[in-house]
């Protein structure tokens, strides 16, 4: 990934909010962080995923979010989840610089949605809590063709539920936009759709 494709990210948030960017990192990446998603989910290692503060997920929680998901830490990033990690240390100071954002760390983790999984619609900041300002979610699916479904969708209008754009999961496509700002749902797949989602976050603000 070259710094102009960061500079067209960057605009493109600063003017509209969202970014949608086709092949942010090289295939050989996106299928070795694949693989891995693949062989954590193989082994049992991943947990269901919860929404809100809660760590538990519920009978009702799973109608809501039915992902499995598997948080990266630094110090046990395998080579591929470093190199993400760097190009997302990259983009980060690139937002920093362009727009005083004043990112000050990612929190990231894997994602396999089964086939049926969806996530309802929400926003990513938790209420009261402020600190995550800026959603990355990077596709890892290899072959997405758009029967397969599991399009992000998008609502460009506050809770209003129209107008919005789906976005398809396609392996190497990075969408990212103001996590404060947009609502947004993934819909149901026909095949396992896997995913690395971070959020660049500001520190505390909650008291
Ligand atoms: O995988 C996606 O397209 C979105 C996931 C999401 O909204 C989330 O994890 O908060
Ligand atoms: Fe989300």
């Given at each position: 990934m070259n710094s102009r494709s960061n500079d067209l990210l960057v605009d493109a948030i600063a003017n509209d909010g969202y970014a949608i960017t086709p092949d942010f990192l090289p295939p050989a990446l996106i299928k070795a962080l694949a693989d891995e998603a693949k062989a954590l989910h193989a082994q049992g290692a991943l947990q269901a995923a919860t929404t809100g503060l809660s760590s538990r997920r519920s009978a009702d929680n799973i109608g809501l979010r039915g992902d499995f998901i598997h948080w990266l830490e630094d110090d046990l990033a395998s080579p591929a989840q470093q190199d993400y990690l760097a190009a997302m240390r990259q983009l980060q100071q690139d937002f920093n610089q362009a727009l005083f954002m004043g990112l000050f760390e990612l929190e990231t983790h894997l994602a396999v949605y089964p086939p049926g999984a969806v996530y309802r619609k929400h926003?990513?900041?938790?209420?009261?809590?402020?600190?995550?300002?800026?959603?990355?979610?990077?596709?890892?699916?290899?072959?997405?063709?758009?029967?397969?479904?599991?399009?992000?969708?998008?609502?460009?209008?506050?809770?209003?539920?129209?107008?919005?754009?789906?976005?398809?999961?396609?392996?190497?496509?990075?969408?990212?936009?103001?996590?404060?700002?947009?609502?947004?749902?993934?819909?149901?797949?026909?095949?396992?759709?896997?995913?690395?989602?971070?959020?660049?976050?500001?520190?505390?603000?909650?008291?």
């Open positions: 926003l990513d900041q938790f209420q009261g809590r402020a600190e995550r300002q800026v959603s990355c979610i990077l596709y890892l699916n290899e072959d997405w063709q758009p029967e397969d479904g599991g399009t992000l969708r998008i609502y460009l209008n506050g809770n209003a539920s129209e107008p919005y754009m789906d976005i398809s999961p396609t392996g190497g496509t990075l969408v990212t936009f103001l996590s404060g700002r947009f609502m947004h749902e993934v819909m149901p797949s026909r095949r396992e759709r896997i995913s690395l989602t971070g959020w660049f976050r500001t520190r505390s603000t909650s008291v």
